[in-house]
């Protein structure tokens, strides 16, 4: 009986070994707790418009997720600009302003030439730079860190919104004739023609001969007016030329009075009494 209890015990250490062990090499990996994953950050883009324009164009972007987004780039050629973000942004909505083409190492010609040649304006992706929206901290320090990621198939593409081709229809020219017609004499009777109010044929025949008459006028009336006065200052002078005469005479006559006068006093006095 003694030898039957030692055997149980044994019986049972090893099986409380063994199960030790199973439960050592099968052991459940632990699972993270939901918190954890708060610190994944993940952005939508749903729509961008308008995708084309140039550095005045506001372009809006719908989706989810751009508090995670703290600056927006255009990069074409490996040529990095930035765009402005305005500051009515949303985790839903964002609006910016692309940077001027120059920035990106091309012309408004540039554009113009791809435009006619590949039938589209100079393509640009767009650049996120992973970070905090509320505090402007940028996540990234260089373009080859992870946090800054080029969205695929996400594109602006510059165009010239000023139309730099006359796209008119050119008129049909009717052909010349052939033969010369014998001239036709055309009875036009009355010539008092009435023309539409504030047209443009009212003023080419009507308002602007009448105003070219009144200048006419006008200007014939301050012609005379001048000559007028041309006259009236040649008359005054003449006179004052005769009154300036008439003065140099009375001046003359004054100086022989008193010459006479002193030659008389000292001939009265040196001579009278001899």
Known sequence: MELYGKALIYVVFILIILHAVQYLLHKP????????????????????????????????????????????????QNIYAQCIILSNRKDNIVEFIPPPITELGKTLKDIRDNIINNAEGIKTNLVFIRGNSKTNEDFALNIADKNVIKVPRLHFYYIDKIPYKNNCIKPSVAPAPTEVSEPVELNIGNTDFEYGENSDLEFLNKILPEKQEKIQKLYEAINKNLDKYDRLGNRNIKQLKEFQALESVKDMQKQFNIQRYNIHEYLNKNYRNK
Do not use: R
């Open 29 to 76: 990996k632990q699972l993270s707790p939901v918190e954890s994953f708060q610190n994944i950050t993940q952005t939508y883009i749903a729509n961008i418009s308008p995708s084309e324009g140039d550095s005045s164009t506001i372009v809006k972007l719908e989706g989810n997720g751009f508090d995670f987004i703290s600056k927006i780039y255009l990069e074409h």
